[in-house]
């Protein structure tokens, strides 16, 4: 069974522009996850998908970051213009929904690493 | 709120050398506790999860947790530790409503 992908695996951009990296979840999985880890910082929750339905995303920084999954499979999280502040490295995770029980696994991807120069 | 204290930013210990990570956590309500692992250049891994039951918790490669509710707790331990145990080691605690908080990691060095 093929893990959680995100590509790319690195991004390297000027401030202003724009980047979109992209999430493929554990086949099955309805819940997906974004985190990121600015450097020096821990890792903090951004948002959370149930199938397409953004369920909480009250960890978006600002509305300069557009998530979407349509379709209820891969995700995509844009950054639009970006700043230098949203260096970092975006996880994204996948779980099953398992109803009544809880601390269910969260799968993680390798990351992407983004660097906004 | 939640939130969680990794005491530690690294810890360099022999290899077979016994290692403790230490982790305290802060929370209103109840929480599972989790312990994560990254190794480089790779994703974060689950290493071994609290729910309920027993107050000690059996993860992967040896490694092993004790959860303490008066002291709240998590430390993760090891008797002997290897290279490949080079990592970093994340604890977090995870809301019923999923979100996980995370520490902010410690960083495993093997000395040999």
């Known amino acids: 069974e093929a893990g959680v992908t995100q590509f790319p695996s690195h991004s390297v951009i000027e401030k202003g522009q724009t980047v979109t990296l992209r999430c493929d979840p554990i086949?099955?999985?309805?819940?997906l996850y974004w985190y990121r880890r600015v450097m020096g910082k821990e890792i903090k929750f951004l948002l959370h998908f149930v199938k397409e339905s953004k369920q909480d995303e009250s960890g978006m920084p600002n509305n300069r970051f557009l998530a979407e999954r349509t379709g209820g499979t891969y995700s995509t999280l844009k950054v639009q213009p970006a700043e230098l502040e949203d260096s970092g490295v975006y996880f994204c995770?996948?779980?099953?929904?398992?109803?009544?029980?809880?601390?269910?696994?969260?799968?993680f991807g390798p990351g992407t690493r983004l660097t906004v120069t | 709120a939640q939130s969680v204290t990794q005491l530690d930013s690294q810890v360099p210990v022999f290899e077979e050398a016994p290692v403790e990570l230490r982790c305290n956590y802060s929370s209103s309500v109840s929480v599972y506790l989790f312990w994560y692992v990254q190794y480089p250049n790779q994703g974060l891994q689950l290493l071994l999860k609290y729910l309920s039951g027993s107050t000690l918790v059996k993860g992967i490669n040896g490694f092993e947790a004790e959860f303490n509710k008066s002291q709240t707790s998590f430390h993760l331990r090891k008797p002997s530790v290897h290279i490949s145990d080079t990592a970093e080691y994340f604890c977090?605690?995870?809301?019923?409503?999923?979100?996980?908080?995370f520490g902010k990691g410690t960083r495993l060095h093997i000395l040999p």
């Open positions: 995770a996948s779980s099953q929904v398992r109803p009544g029980q809880g601390g269910y696994e969260q799968y």
């Open positions: 977090a605690v995870q809301r019923r409503d999923d979100k996980i908080i």
């Open positions: 086949s099955g999985h309805d819940n």
